[in-house]
Nanobody, 122 residues
Framework: VQLQASGGGSVQVGGSLRLSCAAS????????MGWFRQPPAKEREFVAA????????RYSDSVKGRFTISRDNVANMVYLQLNSLKPEDTAVYYC????????????????WGPGTLVTVSS
């Protein structure tokens, strides 16, 4: 499956962004999907994930209550709504596909797309 994230940009503290991930090929509607991020000079970290139909979601503690993951299996899209943004949310955000489960473990994802940069300034 091919993935392409978009929607990043520069925003001030407290602002919002909506990231999108377009999927093509493969059996998208059977895959769990996840969002991870890589802050400057740090490792890629888990942000959010959801199962194949969106009935199960999980979030990292750092974004819980501020970010919302969702999907549209007709359009082959996954979204990440980012609200109440903080400077520490600055990172390149990546979407990944996992044919097994909505995991928070990076290495369990089989496919990744190019990331999209989110910059939060004060």
């Amino acid at each position: 499956v091919q993935l392409q994230a978009s929607g990043g940009g520069s925003v001030q503290v407290g602002g919002s962004l909506r990231l999108s991930c377009a999927a093509s090929g493969g059996a998208f509607d059977t895959y769990a999907m996840g969002w991870f991020r890589q802050p400057p000079a740090k490792e890629r970290e888990f942000v959010a994930a959801l199962n194949w139909d969106g009935s199960f979601t999980r979030y990292s503690d750092s974004v819980k209550g501020r970010f919302t993951i969702s999907r549209d299996n007709v359009a082959n899209m996954v979204y990440l709504q980012l609200n109440s943004l903080k400077p520490e949310d600055t990172a390149v955000y990546y979407c990944g596909a996992n044919p097994r489960r909505a995991s928070d473990i990076r290495y369990e994802y089989d496919w990744w797309g190019p990331g999209t940069l989110v910059t939060v300034s004060s």
